[in-house]
């Protein structure tokens, strides 16, 4: 008899755990791969997985190893992975029955964060028309800037266009240059629409839906929007302020630029933390100190409910307004004229401690099966578990075994810790009373 899956936190799990499957058989397919024979497991493996969970990390040169077909399934990976796959699913029954069932509202709902079920199928489709519409936009000015400024023909600047947009929005990061953007990392026409594209898939499709229909009530925002939009912007212009100050003399980096090219390279290098693995300096070469600041905006991310990675700004801000109270003796946490619930706050902290671990112990891991440093296997990891792309080179000279266990931490990271946890569980239990209450010491 086969095992149900009762929780949707299960579902989405093994929704996301078979779109990998199906893009591995795909990629180790013959015609995916340039030149004789079909690609390894390991290396299809570690692709799909990154396509899918929107990394952009590759053990492999993407523009060199795969065919125009492995390219194209790399892009459709990346687009049902940023959609969601129970939203794909969803997108899918609507078309064909042009109605959804409550288990199927129950899936997408936990995955696009939806907080009433009569809400989930607008939702669904609009998650679909805002990404194929900002997706277009974007395609749109890097075709023309490929056609008319790079002697590209017009089919393959359409191409260039398409998957570079498709990438961006959904985070994702996969370039179809070996060196990812480096060749234009002075030209506004390609950086600037992708680093829009970065920041819209960022914000997450909530806020993108409510800004649509509120853009000019700003006192009818709701808390996640406005918590997101205020950190969206301090860490847009704080981590763009730091690469562009730390790397402005660095001759590897930006130290070779004019002015006006070091402080688009820097701006675009501050934010593709967010958590786009695109990079127009050579990454590897960066100051140990970008690197560790990189760390903290990669293992941040983006916003809930969207195509980005890491903990999370909301998670951020809900910590950092808790300990803000505490400071202040406040007895409960306020946010922008709100009063946070106690739930949110423990699982806020639940977020940051199981992913802090998950860091922690994969780098740990690395240290002791290779060479690489503190500063490369943190970066590493951290790229990986945020999600992210962003690498220092070390990627694809890993064994195999560090290989797969990037592929777990991407695979995690894209789904959440709790979110993995809980499909994990066997049940869920309810405690029918309540113990004797004690205070231990703190700090």
């Known amino acids: 008899m086969r095992p ?11 929704g996301f755990a078979s779109a990998v499957a199906v893009g591995t058989g795909l990629l180790m397919l013959p015609v995916a791969k340039a030149g004789p024979g079909g690609a390894g497991l390991v290396e299809a493996l570690f692709t799909s997985t990154s396509a899918v969970c929107v990394t952009g990390l590759v053990v492999v040169d993407t523009p060199g190893y795969w065919t125009g077909f492995g390219q194209a399934v790399i892009l459709g990976l990346i687009q049902v992975g940023g959609f969601g796959i129970m939203t794909f699913a969803s997108l899918l029954v609507l078309l064909v029955s042009h109605r959804m069932g409550l288990k199927a509202r129950m899936t997408a709902a936990a995955e696009t964060k939806t907080l009433g079920l009569g809400d989930v199928r607008s939702v669904v489709t609009g998650v679909v028309k805002v990404s194929l519409l900002l997706e277009a936009v974007t395609a749109l000015v890097l075709t023309l800037r490929f056609g008319t400024a790079y002697d590209e023909s017009w089919p393959r600047a359409v191409w260039l ?7 961006a929005f959904n985070n994702a990061g ?33 806020v993108l839906f409510e800004l ?3 853009f000019r009530k700003p006192r ?28 402005w003399s660095n001759p590897a980096t930006l130290g070779r630029l004019d002015a006006p090219g070091k402080l688009l390279a820097g701006f675009f290098q501050g934010v593709m933390p967010r958590t ?29 409910a969207g195509t980005a990675g890491g903990i999370k700004v909301t998670t951020f801000a809900v910590l950092f307004f808790v300990i803000y109270a505490e400071i202040r003796g406040e007895g409960a946490v306020n946010i922008f004229h709100r009063r946070l619930h106690g739930d949110l706050q423990r699982q806020a902290l639940t977020v940051v401690l199981l992913s802090v671990a998950a860091v922690a112990v994969t780098t740990v891991t690395f240290m002791v099966f290779s060479d690489h440093t503190l500063d490369e296997s943190l970066f590493e990891v951290t790229s990986a578990f945020a999600t992210v792309g962003l690498s220092t080179g070390i990627t694809a000279d890993l064994a195999p075994g560090l290989q797969l266990l990037l592929i777990a931490l991407m695979f995690i990271g894209r789904l959440g810790p709790i979110t993995v946890a809980s499909a994990l569980a066997l049940r869920s239990r309810h405690r029918l009373y309540d113990l004797p209450e004690e205070r231990p010491i703190i700090g």
């Open 212 to 214: 649509r229909r509120r």
């Open 4 to 14: 149900r899956l009762r929780h949707p936190a299960q579902v989405v799990v093994s």
């Open 220 to 247: 009818e925002w709701s808390l996640h929007t406005k918590i997101v939009l205020w950190a969206t912007g301090v860490f847009l212009l704080g981590g763009s302020l730091f690469i562009t100050v730390i790397e």
């Open 161 to 167: 266009g398409v998957f570079h947009a498709v990438s």
């Open 276 to 304: 786009a693995g695109f990079n127009s300096i050579d990454t590897s070469q960066m100051n140990p100190a970008s690197w560790l600041g990189t760390d903290v905006l990669m293992f941040i991310g983006g916003a809930s």
């Open 174 to 206: 996969f370039a179809l240059y070996s060196d990812s953007l480096m060749g234009f990392v002075t030209d506004p026409w390609i950086c600037l629409p992708i680093a829009a594209a970065v920041i819209a898939g960022g914000l997450g499709f909530p």
